[in-house]
Nanobody
């Protein structure tokens, strides 16, 4: 069982930056692949970025060069650094976990409750 708690969302102007954090419970955090998804109002939940236990990274084309994912296994935490934010990045951002990076980029088993990110123009 893995429990995920996101933090770091908020309101930022276009061009600004935010760093989201996701704290995970459980002693086996280092063996899980971790990911971030986002869901804008009226839209489906979309994959943003993921990182495997070994540090392999996958990211959506829409955020490449602007967002970066990282993890600190000692702190059981995964981060999403978001730079050059755009109004279209406005969404609820969800942390996710599963045993493989392939699954965590598509249908992860564990989800956080989400944190709102709003980018004003």
């Amino acid at each position: 069982q893995v429990q995920l708690v996101e933090s770091g969302g908020g309101l930022v102007q276009a061009g600004g930056s935010l760093r989201l954090s996701c704290a995970a419970s459980g002693r086996t955090f280092s063996s899980y692949a971790m990911g971030w998804f986002r869901q804008a109002p009226g839209k489906e939940r979309d994959f943003v970025a993921a990182i495997s236990w070994a540090g392999v990274i996958r990211s959506a084309d829409s955020v490449k060069g602007r967002f970066s994912i990282s993890r600190d296994n000692a702190k059981n935490t995964v981060y999403l650094q978001m730079n050059s934010l755009k109004p279209e990045d406005t969404a609820v951002y969800y942390c996710a976990a599963d045993t493989s990076i392939v699954v965590v980029t598509t249908k992860p088993h564990y989800w956080g409750q989400g944190t709102q990110v709003t980018v004003s123009s």
